[in-house]
C-alpha cells in the first residue's frame, strides 16, 4: 500500500493515487491524534484503522488534536503503514475557554432539545469540535478524499445527517452507550452539586442516539450486551460487535512477577478512574497489607490531581508512577492487576491488555458486566472492599493459580478480544466487505 502522509495539510489538496478499482475508500475521523497511546480510546482508534487495512479498503485518516498534546511523528508510528493518508483536521476548542454564558447557553439548550427530542447542532461530547466547524471540515474531506463510507466516533453521530444528504454512507464507531454512560454518571452524583449539568448531558445524549443513530449505514459497538442496547435505542440500526481489541501476535504472555505488587492503571482526568484508585488505596489495600505486610500497591497513569496525589502518597507501601510510557511493562511487573471501577465506557482495554499478557485480574462486576469473562476461570470478580482485598491476597498467596487465571484469560482474549476475532466479525457481515 503506497503511503502519502501529511502532518498538518491544507484539506484541499487534490486526493492522492487511486486505488485499485473497486476499493472501498473509507474516511476514518479521530477527535485525538492516536499517538502516543494513553488511554484505551486510542488503542480502540488504532485497532480500527488496522482493522480497515486488513479488509483492503483505502483508508484515509482525518483527526483532530488538542492544545498541550503534540501527535507524534506520523512516520515514527504504525499509521504510515495501515493509513493511505493522514491529514489534520484542525486543533479543538478547549473547554476551558468556553464562557461561562456559553457554558450556560449550551447546557439550557441540551436540557429543553434533550427533554423535547429535537435535534440540535451541539452535543454535550462534541461542544469543543462542533465549535471549530468539524461538521464542515469533515464533509469537505469525505468529498476531497471521495469516501464511500465515513467512519466517525459517536460523538460525532449528529454529523451523520450531512453526509448522508451528499451521498456518503457512514460507519458510526461507539466505544460505549452515551446514554447508559452519561445516566450511570447522574446517578452517582444524584443530589449533589452538578446534579443539573449532568442530567442535561444525559437528556442531549440521549436524544443525541435516538435521533442519528437510524442514519447511520452501520454501527460498530463493543459487546453483545451493547449491541442489544442500541437496537432498543434505534430497532432499525444495523449494529456490528467489534470488540475493543488488541493484536495477539504483538502482545504475549508475561511470565509471572515475583514481587507482591498489585497494580492499577488509568487516565485520572476520567472519574471512575480516579475514584477506582481511591477505592484501592484507602479501603482495599489497607484490608490486603493486614495479611501481606510486604504486599505494594503501584498506580499508573496520568492526571492524578495534586491533592488526591499528596494523600495517597501519604498510605503505606502505595507508590505513584505518573505517566508509563509502556503500559505492557507495567503490567508485567505487576502479581496481580486491580481494576475496581465501577462506572463502564465501552470495554476497557486495560482489562484485554491484561487478559492477553496473562496476568492475574481482580475486577469490579460493573467493569466485565455482559462479557464472556468467566469469575473463577478467566479472572476474580469482586465489588465490595473485604471480597475485593481477600481475592487479592488469595492470588498473591498463590503463584499456581495466578499462572493458572493468566492462561484462560489469554485463551479468552484470543476467542473474543484479538484483532482476528474482529476482522472476523466484519469480514461475516460488514458493509465494508461490498464490493
Not at 252 to 262: L, Q
Request: proline residues 6%; aromatic residues 8%; hydrophobic residues 45%.
Amino acid at each position: 500500500m503506497t503511503s502519502r502522509i501529511n502532518s498538518m495539510p491544507d484539506i484541499e489538496k487534490d486526493p492522492g493515487t487511486s486505488p485499485t478499482s473497486g476499493t472501498l475508500r473509507v474516511l476514518t475521523v479521530l477527535p485525538d491524534f492516536p499517538f502516543p497511546a494513553t488511554t484505551g480510546l486510542h488503542l480502540r482508534m488504532v485497532s480500527n484503522l488496522e482493522l480497515v487495512h486488513r479488509l483492503g479498503c483505502f483508508s484515509a485518516l482525518l483527526y483532530f488534536s488538542t492544545e498541550g498534546r503534540e501527535p507524534a511523528p506520523v512516520a515514527s508510528t504504525p499509521l504510515a503503514q495501515i493509513c493511505d493518508e493522514v491529514r489534520h483536521g484542525g486543533r479543538r476548542f478547549l473547554h476551558a475557554d468556553f464562557s461561562t454564558g456559553s457554558l450556560v447557553f449550551h447546557k439550557a439548550d441540551f436540557l429543553v432539545r434533550g427533554a423535547l427530542g429535537l435535534p440540535g447542532k451541539c452535543y454535550p461530547f462534541s461542544m469543543s469540535y462542533d465549535r471549530i466547524g468539524a461538521a464542515e471540515i469533515v464533509l469537505a474531506e469525505a468529498r476531497r478524499v471521495r469516501a464511500d463510507l465515513v467512519a466517525l466516533p459517536s460523538k460525532f453521530m449528529h454529523y451523520t445527517v450531512g453526509l448522508r444528504a451528499q451521498g456518503f454512507g457512514v460507519i458510526i464507531d461507539a466505544a460505549d452507550v452515551l446514554t447508559n454512560v452519561t445516566a450511570s454518571f447522574l446517578k452517582s452524583l444524584k443530589g449533589r452539586g452538578g446534579w443539573l449539568g449532568l442530567y442535561a448531558n444525559f437528556l442531549a445524549s440521549r436524544t443525541q442516539e435516538r435521533v442519528f443513530l437510524k442514519e447511520c449505514t452501520e454501527l460498530w459497538t463493543t459487546s453483545t450486551a451493547e449491541a442489544d442496547e442500541f437496537l432498543r435505542i434505534s430497532p432499525t440500526a444495523r449494529v456490528i460487535v467489534v470488540p475493543n481489541s488488541l493484536d495477539e501476535n504483538a502482545i504475549r504472555p508475561a511470565p509471572t512477577a515475583g514481587e507482591p505488587v498489585v497494580g492499577f492503571i488509568g487516565t485520572y482526568s476520567y472519574t471512575p478512574n480516579l475514584q477506582g484508585a481511591l477505592f484501592l488505596a484507602e479501603q482495599v489495600f489497607p484490608r490486603v497489607l493486614d495479611q501481606c505486610p510486604n504486599a505494594i500497591l503501584r498506580l499508573a497513569g496520568a492526571d492524578m490531581p495534586d491533592g488526591v496525589a499528596v494523600k495517597l502518597r501519604s498510605l503505606k507501601n502505595v507508590e505513584l508512577l505518573g505517566p508509563v510510557a509502556d503500559s505492557g511493562r507495567f503490567m508485567n511487573d505487576c502479581a496481580v492487576l486491580a481494576l475496581p471501577v465501577f462506572i463502564r465506557g465501552g470495554v476497557p482495554l486495560k482489562v484485554i491488555e491484561a487478559m492477553a499478557r496473562g496476568k492475574a485480574v481482580v475486577a469490579s462486576h460493573e467493569l466485565v458486566d455482559g462479557l464472556a469473562i468467566a469469575d473463577g476461570k478467566d479472572m476474580l470478580i469482586r465489588s465490595a472492599p473485604d471480597d475485593f482485598a481477600a481475592a487479592i491476597v488469595s492470588l498473591l498467596g498463590d503463584a499456581p493459580f495466578r499462572e493458572q487465571l493468566g492462561v484462560h484469560a489469554r485463551a479468552t482474549f484470543v476467542r473474543d478480544f484479538s484483532i482476528s476475532s474482529a476482522e472476523n466479525a466484519l469480514r461475516r457481515g460488514s458493509v465494508l466487505m461490498r464490493r
